[in-house]
DNA sequence: CTGTTAGCGCATTCAC
DNA sequence: GTGAATGCGCTAACAG
């Protein structure tokens, strides 16, 4: 059906070994041969079969993008960017998801699907709990983490403490004492997810305000909408007097803004929001937030496992760039919608 | 490193030959022998070499997914279906990307890098010109398009002229006669496109109310709020008279609707406004649109795949379903935030 | 620099 | 029902 090695070989009266050498540009094959046999490779259409490579050598040039889901402005970014990354170099992307929903746990992650099928595994915003990673790394192939991270694994992600310091800073700056907060999910479990980063920085600056420290101004949510609307009346019928609140993501302020809207209270004048991310929507509602880049954290992580691969040590943290944008819903700029 | 068909076989004290019959049940095995060989199987931990069951059979169980952008709803969706429909069936999903923007053409698909690593292929909303697709013919393997169809493969997708035709039905039932319209891109090249039916569907409606057709009322863009933006601007400042616009997608609509408030207008007051896609914005910005379910159609389009890479024949076309949303940017509702 | 040989791990004849 | 032999297409080790 297709042409193989062989076929190249006989028809440039060299044997199989030396098309696979020119092939492969290896230096032990003499130049002008070398041209011969890869312009004749290219005229017939030869294209290496990756299983019979993958037999030989034991290397797939593939690697496994395990992730939660793909339909959400910071996975879909950072599948994106990893693809991306590893299409460059000539690497496969095999995708696997494992939908978490706050009702029934996701499915567990079951390496076996992995063996023999990647040449290393990118973890993209999942938790997985340490059993898991155990048998992960039974596979014997590098692992990067993206998001939530693993104390003994290189991991890529933002400095969540410093972004939600930089917005609490920014909302004390603007006279706010009284500051709830809409945590995510995962934070008893995981001290490592973002959720537990961002609550940090919410309580160290509360801490830092000399005011008592009030677990009550905070409420846990999973990252969407529905639930940034519920934790907002919950903790404004128990906390009336709240003149901020900071949401772990943008998603969850967006639920926010839409339950003061219900409330008739006006963002921005009657209460400050703010959130982290700058998704596309952030800028339409006017959001403040921190801004984070999650396209290039996919590049970045799928560099790393790269380099990972190629023997390279790699640091055990990387942090990406943010960011504050200042918009009308933390009250310093007046007008709705800007460019 | 890993244990082999002829580790089983050795421990169960059969040949690898059986070994290999039982693990595939296939009936030619004793029965006894066959649980006695599955069982030892799976306590050994044995996994199957993908890559050498491929070379023996010519099978990958892995499929293709190509697609311009994973970081918009519509393209997440089905993404995040097709995987899921294909996991199902043991199937893996290589992702492979062809990002697009208005100002550089995407790369031109290079099927090369496909042959012999894949059973079939899913087009998830990319347009493909003859060129390509003939040259993605010539894998040879089953081929469903999603989206943007090919009038001779399977193409799953909604109707897009019926899409349009509720939205203009609905406008014009709210006594809207003057309704512009801003248009998705490529309909010039592709008539098959989405564009190019909720295109026709305006325009056909148009003429049914025996109103002169005018293409001055429709601006063509690329699916984005930015450029739904600066269609609305041009459109007004040409056809200030027009009532209703209607964007092929809800990314545009939110455009236009952020282009509306600049110039000081009140959707759903001074002019209404109507998308399709019902995206997650959609309800938060309470805009009139059509939903459809591209989870649901990536779905479908795996399942589709399959049935042909299993020989069937599968229907050339597959609509999902469609539902008119009716909310307050076209004027018949009047609170902004609903639920 | 190049060819020969062997083997990666499986599925498939063809015997028995 | 089961086993032995062969080949899928490539790379690696060893000669030369």
Not at 144 to 157: A, Q
Request: net charge negative; no cysteine.
């Amino acid at each position: 059906m297709y042409s193989s090695l062989d076929d190249v070989a006989r028809a440039a009266g060299v044997s199989s070994a030396t098309v696979s050498r020119a092939l492969r540009d290896l230096p032990s094959v003499k130049p002008e041969t070398k041209r011969r046999i890869q312009k004749l490779a290219h005229e017939m259409g030869y294209v290496i079969s990756p299983s019979a490579s993958n037999l030989a050598t034991g290397k797939t040039r593939t690697i496994g993008l395990l992730t939660p889901w793909v339909n959400r402005w910071f996975f879909a970014n950072i599948i994106e960017g990893a693809e991306k990354g590893l299409r460059q170099h000539n690497y496969d992307a095999l995708l696997y998801t494992f939908h978490e929903t706050p009702f029934e746990p996701r499915q567990r992650l079951d390496p076996q699907v992995l063996r023999r099928r990647v040449d290393g595994v990118l973890v993209l915003g999942l938790q997985l709990d340490d059993e898991e990673v155990a048998s992960l790394a039974n596979l014997d192939v590098p692992i990067i983490f993206l998001g939530p991270g693993h104390s003994k694994y290189t991991t890529v992600g933002i400095d969540d403490f410093g972004a939600a310091t930089l917005i609490m800073n920014h909302l004390v700056e603007l006279g706010h004492t009284k500051i709830g907060h809409i945590a995510g999910p995962d934070m008893e479990q995981f001290t490592n997810s973002p959720s537990a980063g961002r609550y940090r920085g919410w309580r160290s600056a509360v801490q830092s305000l000399d005011l008592p420290v009030d677990d009550a101004w905070r409420r846990d949510q999973s990252f969407d909408q529905a639930s940034g609307m519920r934790a907002t009346h919950g903790l404004l019928d128990a906390h009336p007097d709240l003149t901020a609140i900071f949401a772990a993501t943008d998603t969850l302020a967006i639920g926010v803004m839409r339950a003061l809207s219900q409330r008739g209270l006006k963002v921005g004048t009657d209460i400050a929001v703010a959130g982290i991310d700058d998704e596309e929507t952030a800028k339409y509602v006017g959001l403040t937030t921190v801004r984070q880049d999650p396209r290039a954290q996919g590049v970045r992580s799928a560099q790393l496992l790269l380099s990972a691969m190629a023997g390279e040590e790699t640091p055990l943290t990387d942090l990406g760039e943010i960011e504050l944008i200042e918009r009308a819903s933390s009250g310093r700029i007046s007008v709705r919608f800007m460019d």
